[in-house]
């Protein structure tokens, strides 16, 4: 079984930049992408970014251009890089693993964490 662990939440002050990190208890050969959503109160979940073992990448609109994904493959982590936080993005952050195809749908890959939230204040 995949467990990961994600950190780095909390309340920020909007304009702020922090850092997500998800750690992968191990990768699976069923895992070829790992992934970001979140939800907001009253909101579906929705995919923020994805990133396979090709190191290709995938942002939903809103945070293009501000969020950044990325992975230490010989860590097993994944990070994902918050600038310019607006009260938008408050949401529960999820770090999820599984198939390319997968991650990239709302229904995501196989394996979730237990998310962290991310308040930003205004």
């Known amino acids: 079984q995949v467990q990961l662990v994600e950190s780095g939440g909390g309340l920020v002050q909007a304009g702020g930049s922090p850092r997500l990190s998800c750690a992968a208890s191990?990768?699976?050969?069923?895992?070829?992408?790992m992934a970001w959503f979140r939800q907001a109160p009253g909101k579906q979940r929705e995919l923020v970014a994805a990133i396979n073992s090709a190191s290709q990448t995938t942002y939903t609109g809103s945070v293009k251009g501000r969020f950044a994904i990325s992975r230490d493959n010989a860590k097993n982590i994944l990070y994902l890089q918050m600038n310019s936080l607006n009260p938008e993005d408050t949401a529960v952050y999820y770090c999820?693993?599984?198939?390319?195809?997968?991650?990239?749908?709302?229904?995501?890959?196989?394996?979730w964490g237990q998310g962290t939230q991310v308040t930003v204040s205004s």
């Open positions: 999820n693993a599984g198939s390319w195809n997968l991650v990239q749908t709302m229904r995501g890959g196989r394996y």
């Open positions: 191990k990768i699976t050969f069923s895992i070829d992408a």
